[in-house]
């Protein structure tokens, strides 16, 4: 009577099952393996290259995401938006608190979620491609942390906090947040040469920025202590 072999500890039995993971866990999983794709190769290939990729069938894919569309919309909300709900908000707008150590405390931990290889080649590939990516990313900068940014310094200057950023305004906060984002794109995609103390860096750059402000308040500061001029 002949006797079955058993396999070898450590060894896989040949058609064994992978574990089976709950829908949940399937599209995370996708949306993660989605995302280093795009960073890799860009967003021109197809879904059929990337449900190769991801080892499963197109049809699969698309019940999980019934277009390339859909997925990629999934990916700027793990990828973009989800890191910025944990309280950075609310740590901006806490005047309790010295406005530089709440901006240097924010751009800590704002550079430590984008500044990755990933994260900054998906950035730069969905801008080169035209995607809707870096237009909803830069409309909720500028909405959410630039024009809060800028309605704490206000608050911190004694002038009107109410009313919308000034042109003026927003240029100089957008020059401050992309010099530090430029610091991230020099060191990870570029593999330049920069000042390995990032802390020292967002410190500068603060130095620059509220400096700048500062200017900009007193400016609004003498106009609006300018005497009316008398007609006649």
């Not at 999980?64 to 997925?71: C, H, I, R, V």
């Not at 990516?133 to 704490?152: A, P, Q, S």
């Not at 920069?194 to 967002?202: N, P, R, S, W």
């Not at 920025?209 to 106009?223: C, K, Q, T």
Request: proline share 4%; net charge positive.
């Amino acid at each position: 009577m002949s006797r079955k072999i058993q396999p070898k500890d450590g060894r896989k039995r040949a058609g064994a099952k992978q574990r089976r993971l709950s829908p949940e866990d399937r599209r995370k999983e996708f949306v993660a393996k989605a995302t280093e794709f795009f960073s890799e190769e860009g967003f021109g290939g197809g879904t059929r290259a990337l449900a190769r990729r991801l080892g499963v069938t197109q049809p699969l894919l698309y019940r999980y995401f019934p277009s390339k569309d859909d997925l990629i919309k999934e990916v700027y909300r793990t990828v973009y938006l989800e890191p910025l709900e944990t309280g950075w908000e609310k740590l901006l707008a806490d005047r309790s608190r010295p406005l530089r150590d709440r901006l240097r405390e924010f751009y800590a931990a704002y550079t430590d979620t984008i500044f990755t290889r990933k994260w900054l080649r998906i950035y730069l590939y969905s801008g080169l491609k035209g995607l809707d990516i870096n237009r909803w990313y830069v409309g909720m900068v500028r909405d959410k942390i630039l024009t809060r940014i800028i309605r704490e310094c206000r608050h911190e200057a004694g002038l009107a906090v109410q009313n919308r950023p000034t042109a003026a305004e927003l240029e100089l906060a957008w020059v401050f947040h992309a010099g530090i984002f430029y610091y991230g794109v020099r060191k990870y995609i570029y593999e330049s040469p920069v000042l390995e103390d990032k802390g020292q860096m967002i410190r500068d750059a603060l130095d620059v920025f509220l400096a700048g402000f500062e200017r900009i308040a007193e400016a609004s500061a003498d106009l609006r202590r300018a005497p009316m001029k008398v007609a006649g």
